[in-house]
Structures are given as C-alpha cells and as structure tokens.
C-alpha cells in the first residue's frame, strides 16, 4: 500500500500550525483529479465548499483557536448521507438531483470538528449491493486493481481512501456495507454498535439495521473518527443515550489474558485463502497472550434468510416516500396512482425493485408469519446465541468477507451469490452489536484480506484494543509494496 | 410456502408496491424471488413456537419529547425540492383517477 498521511497525522499537523487545512486540501484534491475519473469513488466533489472549510480552519489556528480533533483532515461521505444544498443521490435516478435541505448529524459533526467534506462518494443504488455494480451512475473500481470491485455498498468510501482521495471516509452499514468493502480494499472500516452513531440524516435503507461508520487506514484514526460522531442525538430516537468512551485509550494495551472467541459452526464458504489468515489471526493473538475459547453460535447459520426478509421488508416501507410528489422524480401521469407507480418504474434500479417486491411479498397478507414474522425469532435466537457466547469470550473473530475482491460481473446474474459476500457480516447488524474489517496480510493475487472483529453492545474499545493488535501483528510477506 | 411463486402474485405485489412493470420484469422478478424463496426454506423446519419476534436490538422504548415549538425546515426550501408545488403546497395529479 502507499504510504499516505493519517487522519491523526494531519489533525495533529495543523492543531499545531505545522501544516495548513489549505495545503492538505490542494494534495488531496490534486490525487483525486489524477485518478478519480478511473476510479469514480465520488458522485459529486465539492471543492469550492471544501476550499473555505480548509481556509476557515487555517484562519481558527491563526486566531490560537482550535478547530477540533479533525482539523483539516479531508472526508469523503458517502452519498445517502444528507448535506445540505449539496446533491444527495443514493446513487438512485429517482433523487438525481436533489438537494437537501439540512445537513445531517454526523455531516454536522464532523465539520465542527474541523473535518473538511470534499465529497460525496458511490453506493450500491440504496445501498443495496456488495459491488457497487448497482449504482445508477457506474461502479466504484477498486483502486489495488481497477478490474476488480471495491466492494459495496459504501464501495466508494472504501476506494476514497484507498487510493488516498481522503484518509477518512463514512459510509453506513446495513449488512456489511462498511466491513465487506473495506476488506475488499485493504482499509479498516468500523460498524459501531446500532444507535451508537444518530441516524439522524442517514438516508433509510432498513432502519432497524443501519448504522453510519468510518473507513481509515489505521485502528488509530477509527478510533479517533469514532470519538467525533459517536454519542447521543435528541434528532434521533433510536440514538443510545450512554456516555462515550474514551476510544482510544486500550489501543496500545495488547491482549494478554484476553479471550478470543472462535465460532466453531460459523458457517462455510470462505476461501481458502482468507481462511488461512483468519488462522494466523487467531495464531497471533494467541502468541500475544490471548486466550483462544471455542463458542457456538448456532443461529449464524440462519442470519442470511433472517437478513434477506427483514432488510428487504423494512425497504419496502421506507421506500414508498419515493413517489414523486415531494422531491426527486415525478414521471406525469393522468392520477396519483399511476404517477407513483411510473414514477418508480423509471427511477429505481434492478435490484432496488427486486428487494422492493420480496419485502412487500414478505409482509403482505398470507406470508408475514412464514416469512416477516419467522425472520424475527431467529434474531432473538441469533440475539441469545451471541449474548452465551460473550459469557466466555471478550470478542470473536471470523472473516470479514468470504473472498478477496472479484472481477466485475462475476455475482451479478445470480443476486443470491451476491448476497452470500454478507454471510459473516449480517448477524451483527441483526443483533446491533459493533463490528469492524481489519487489515491482515493478503491472500489470492496478493489482494488484500480483512479480519472481523466482533464484540459486545457498547465493547468498542475492546473492539479497537484486538483490532490494534492484529495491525501490530499483520503479515507482510506476499504484499504489494 | 412450498409452492413455486407465481407471475400473479408478483403482479399483484407490484401494485402493491406501486411499481409499473412490464411483462418481461415480472417474468424475471418471479424467477429471481421463487429462488431466493426456495434459499430462504432453510428456516422452514425450525420450531420458533416459543420464541419471542425481535423487533429492533435496543432496549429503549417510546423515546418523548417535551411538546414544545422547535426550528422545522424552511417551508420554502422544501417546496422548491418538489417536482411541482403551488400556493406553499405540493401540487399532484387528480387522485381519484381519470377514469368512471
């Protein structure tokens, strides 16, 4: 991987007036001009408001003021996220062109921190896909190789950082839209327990699912990312109410006397090659001092179908607002009935109509208790599974995605080989427990492989403090640079 | 939910949905659901009779605010959002239909 400045480097750079938001800006914007047009990781740039965010920062530093603990550091958003006056697309036809009206929370917060937004990145349409092969706009290419998928949905954030556009992105994960694609990428990428992050401006996909994360380069900069947008948000009813921890206070703490839990009937169908680092994972950590216990987790198996109706169901509601009478498209009509029904037709994509008609077929009269109904008792009993196996170990590890990056058009005629990417996601989004992809050594064509770490609700910092070990621990043989 | 899906009932999901497709999709989208169905009958065998449905992971329930004025969004703005408003309103087509 190249050797890019960090997001802590940068915000310590210009706290300290060592370095100007301006001068950080103009290199980042520069390497997105040379590649981007490759790599297409944005939907919309936004130099102009990015450039008197930059200066507005280097002014509070010469004033002896402090931005905040991003100053001047470049983040990319993927695009579901609301910005105000600022396109927000979904990557979907149906809101080509809109802008909202306000900005969301972690958008807020961010610039409050002195982040400096340079851009609005691609997504699988809706943020539904594992490639982002779904968006209206393109694909995202990956930047280790631009004949290979980044991953999805939030493919772009991944490949922002990535290819060094900015050393921080958010994108939201629903069912390992932050996890698979940051493995797919070689970066760290972080799905914090649900309600830990307000949703508040988060365009909806399944909104007992979603969660916004970071994507970094280091363990360090998530946690650092993390402390911004973490936190309460009277905006957001579901948002968790606890105080936030100090993320990264056990990073440099190691694992001694730690248990790693290891699913013993976690279910098959990852590579061999990303079963052998996930291996040398649990190898390392042990060598680190850890303990390595073996816990069942019975329901994992049954997370795919439990996902694929629940996602699906809360889409098709979430996504009737889309009807062409408060913004977006409208294709007219003779009557509102059939502008709704044409408006959709035209605006929304393949798969988005797919998930559409299953969650509407899932909760429709005559199936809700085989399928709706069924899918939530086994995310209690995937609830209860976890909850016993975090009585005997601190965190869990499995593969984050079951293969490296694939070549375009590989899962997209059959979309259920798609949906098996997020078989080693998907139980943390349906439990709302925290998850992250973390980088360990490479596999197939020396691409990159990503190691999950799962913990308890509210276990972040344990989460990040395994997670640092593996970075320490990371394989380097048979890497790219 | 052993029987194969069938073009009608995807038809009528469709209206449901509020989603005009042609003969060709509802063809393809009977396909592609009546196999992901059949994945999905992993699930068919399991006794969950004495399971509780879990809704949302959170313990929290009916979060309340205090019934006080706040700031909403500029009625303008979001207006000028719409595919057609008039007179500080959403402007849609008839609703009851042009036909009978």
Partial sequence: MADFSTASEIAAGVRSGQLKAVDVLEQHLATVDARDAEIHAFNHVMADEARQQAAAVDATVAAGDDPGPLAGVPVALKDNMCTRGIPTTCSSKILEGWTPPYDGTVVTRLHESGAVAIGKTNLDEFAMGSSTENSAFGPTRNPLDTNLVPGGSSGGSAAAVAAGFSPLSFGSDTGGSIRQPAALCGVVGVKPTYGRVSRYGL?????????????????????????????????????????VPDYSALLDRGVEGMRIGRITDLPAGADPDVAERTEQAFDALAANGATIVDVEVPAFTYGLTAYYIIAPAEASSNLARYDGVRYGLRVDAPDTNAMYSATRAAGFGDEVKRRILLGTYALSAGYYDAYYGKALKIRRLMAQDFAKAYEQADVLLTPASPSVAFPFGTKTADPFSMYLCDTYTIPANLTGEPGMSVPFGTGQDDLPVGVQVLAPALAEPVMLQVAAELERNAPTEGGRS | MSDRLTNDVVVKVAQLARLDLTSSEIERATEQLGDMLAHFADIDSLDLSSIEPMNQPLPIVNVMRDDVVQPSLDRDEVLAAAPQSEDGRFWVPPILGTEG
């Avoid at chain 1, 948000?233 to 579901?238: A, E, L, R």
């Fill in chain 1, 203 to 243: 365009v909806a996909f399944a909104s007992s699912l979603d969660q916004i994360g970071p994507f970094t380069h280091t363990v360090a900069d998530a946690a650092l990312a993390l402390q911004v947008v973490c936190g309460h948000d009277p905006m957001d009813s579901t948002s968790i109410p606890d105080p």
